[in-house]
């Protein structure tokens, strides 16, 4: 990328070229139409963002003087241009990925602004009558000596910028701006799109490590809150009065609602970044190493809705190769949902079975469940159920999420089946032995 200062109309080494004027005016051999074409259909199998400019940096070596190509995307409302891509036949690269420009005083700021392609001639001479451009000096020390850059416009918007350098003086004329602005036009929309997404996906990177950041931090000082509450509760420090004992009770009961409030968003940053996975062990046994820590640890909310567990795994038990550790996140979400949404005083019952090749499990809860309507937003992130008596419990819409891709992990499916207004059924099934890795 190369930002140098503000040019003033004496600068005989900076000239921005007509862009309309140079299209109208441009004649392409039979060899660059060839070329062009080649770069049209690459670009519409829709490989990589890299891969384009990189096939199109390969392609015009023949009919375009270029030592260095570079890719930078226009940022914050035209303000600043970012370097994204660079190819050079040349090391070390000075000005590479990530460097960022602010259009201050750059003469850059009339390519952005008017769609007008630069050229560059002498750079040496350019930063002697600029020495405070930055970038300019990288590129000196690069050895790159002219430049070209152009605009990539795409609705009539500047988003971006292709840049060429030499290292050669008075290596871009007309005839070659016409030939980056035709390839610039074949670019534009792909390069948009590209990094639209490249950007959506670094923006959700960033939300998750600080919502796994966040989690953190809040888990250990909610959770000695809860074992404070619970200390004053059993009278470890005096016995407490009704009223006391009452508002001690409010305080436990809403931080253990926090605490998981904080192992949801936990659980989703170690999916979101790629830090769940799967350490299977065999012979698992899934009674006393999933499904009991997971009631024990929803005891409480269960207690609160004066629930009761039925728990089904047969005389011998269930054992399985799975990854118990995760298999527990499954059904503590599993058995968490029973107890928020299940009827008061209803019951859980929470079976295993192998059968066939597989190791299932099943959460069933008395309660008013879910209409056909709404079985499409189950296992979809942050999705709720968008019924009067559902909306009234308080969620995340992250722990089924969670579950399903856990499951999915150990290669297996996961469903729900609900009675309206009696009951909710949530169900797994993996296979045995789980499916190598490919």
Not at 95 to 121: F, M, W
Not at 244 to 257: D, R
Request: charged share 25%; glycine share 8%.
């Amino acid at each position: 990328m190369c930002s140098p200062e503000s040019s003033a109309p004496s600068d005989r080494n900076v000239r921005y070229v007509d862009r309309v004027a140079v299209r109208r005016a441009a004649t392409f051999g039979d060899e660059e139409r060839a070329i062009l074409h080649a770069i049209n259909l690459k670009i519409a199998a829709a490989p990589s963002l890299a891969q384009v400019v990189g096939f199109v940096a390969d392609m015009t070596a023949t009919i375009m003087p270029c030592d260095r190509v570079s890719l930078a995307f226009v940022e914050e409302d035209g303000t600043r241009v970012t370097s994204y891509w660079t190819q050079a036949h040349y090391e070390p690269v000075l000005l590479a990925k990530g460097y960022t420009r602010d259009l201050v005083g750059s003469s850059l700021r009339q390519v952005i602004e008017r769609g007008t392609p630069r050229i560059i001639h002498d750079l040496e001479q350019y930063l002697a009558d600029h020495p405070a451009s930055h970038p300019t000096r990288l590129l000196v020390q690069e050895g790159v000596r002219s430049s070209m850059a152009c605009p990539l416009i795409v609705d009539g918007r500047n988003v971006g910028l292709l840049f060429r350098s030499s290292r050669q003086k008075a290596a871009y004329d007309d005839h070659r701006v016409a030939i980056q602005l035709a390839i610039g036009e074949r670019l534009s929309q792909s390069v948009e799109k590209a990094y639209n997404i490249e950007q959506l996906n670094a923006a959700n990177r960033s939300y998750m490590e600080m919502l796994g950041f966040v989690s953190h931090e809040l888990k250990g000082p909610v959770a000695s809150m809860v074992l404070d509450g619970q200390v004053l509760m059993d009278g470890y420090r005096g016995q407490l009065s009704p009223e006391q004992a009452k508002g001690v009770g409010k305080i436990i009961h809403k931080g253990e609602y926090l605490l998981g409030l904080v192992r949801d968003y936990l659980d989703l940053a170690r999916i979101e970044g790629g830090e769940l996975a799967l350490t299977a062990r065999p012979d698992v046994d899934l009674l006393g190493e999933v499904v009991e820590p997971s009631v024990d640890m929803m005891q409480a909310a269960i207690d609160d809705k004066k629930m009761h567990v039925v728990q089904q795994a047969g005389d011998g038990g269930v054992r399985a190769e799975c990854d118990p550790s995760l298999l527990k996140i499954v059904m503590t979400n599993l058995v968490g949902n029973a107890a928020k949404y299940g009827c008061e005083g209803g019951e859980i019952r929470v079976s295993l079975q192998r059968h066939n090749g597989t190791v299932s499990a099943s959460v069933w809860n008395e309660g008013p469940g879910f209409p056909e309507s709404e079985r499409g937003r189950l296992f979809r992130k942050f999705s709720r159920l968008q019924t009067p008596d559902l909306l009234k419990q308080k969620g995340t819409g992250v722990g089924l999420y969670t579950t399903w891709r856990i499951i999915q992990l150990h290669g297996g499916t996961i469903a729900a089946d609900s009675k309206e207004g009696k009951w909710a059924e949530f169900r797994f099934a993996i296979p045995q032995p789980l499916p190598k890795p490919e």
